[in-house]
């Protein structure tokens, strides 16, 4: 599965949306992109993942480029309970086991 | 909506005894996680279960480790003799298929204490 990269710490506003990037140069045409996002030691929660085309759903949109190479998570009006770490991990279509690998995420603060 | 649920939330324990964290995955799916967090750090794969075996397991995943489905809906880590270093939050996890379209949910983590 391919690396990631994402800013290790990101602000902002209550009510504003939250764009978060995600490097991942060097991934293949079968691997996905997925978002999930951690709250204080939470169960890691799911948000949203894709291939190729843009996706979104009720908690978020996910915009990829055209190239693969980056995506961004967008958080359309973040509220306080925003605040987490959040997680963008490429994931195999033939993953036999299944697993996801998680980096060090990106901790966004949503403050009012 | 369908959940992955874990007991205990918080397990203390003696060092040497051993431990064994329960987790009941969405009835629906047929692939199973084990996940740790040790205090700051990421969160890490041990093991992967399906028709039950083991699918893939990490390096973590040692010969004091294992997991059993031991009826239709409980999916079990047990740990055989726990160390101060198996202190962690420990996450299960199901999905239908282990594909990269298959999205993964986790439950709410078991807090291990090893004193």
């Known amino acids: 599965d391919a690396k990631t990269t994402q800013p290790t710490s990101m602000d902002c506003a209550e009510g504003r949306a939250a764009n978060l990037p995600c490097n991942h140069s060097t991934i293949s045409g079968n691997e996905y992109v997925y978002w999930y996002r951690q709250i204080h030691s939470q169960g890691p929660q799911y948000i949203i993942h894709g291939l190729k085309n843009n996706e979104t759903n009720e908690m978020a949109s996910l915009i990829i480029t055209e190239d693969r190479k980056s995506s961004t998570l967008i958080l359309p009006h973040a509220t306080l309970r925003d605040t987490a770490v959040y997680y963008c991990i490429v994931r195999g279509a033939n993953n036999q086991g299944g697993k996801l690998i998680f980096g060090q995420g990106t901790e966004l603060s949503v403050k009012p | 909506e369908p959940e992955v649920t874990q007991t205990p939330s918080h397990q203390v324990t003696q060092m040497g005894q051993e431990v064994i964290l329960r987790c009941v995955p969405i009835s629906n799916h047929l692939y199973f996680y084990w996940y740790r967090q040790i205090l700051g750090q990421k969160v890490e794969f041990l093991v992967s279960f399906y028709n039950n075996e083991i699918s893939e397991k990490s390096e973590i995943f040692d010969d004091q480790f294992s997991v059993e489905r031991p009826d239709g809906s409980n999916f079990t880590l047990k740990i055989r003799s726990t160390k101060l270093e198996d202190s962690a939050m420990y996450f299960c996890?199901?999905?239908?298929?282990?594909?990269?379209?298959?999205?993964?949910?986790f439950g709410p983590g078991t807090r291990l204490t090893v004193l």
């Open positions: 996890a199901s999905s239908e298929t282990s594909g990269g379209a298959s999205e993964q949910f």
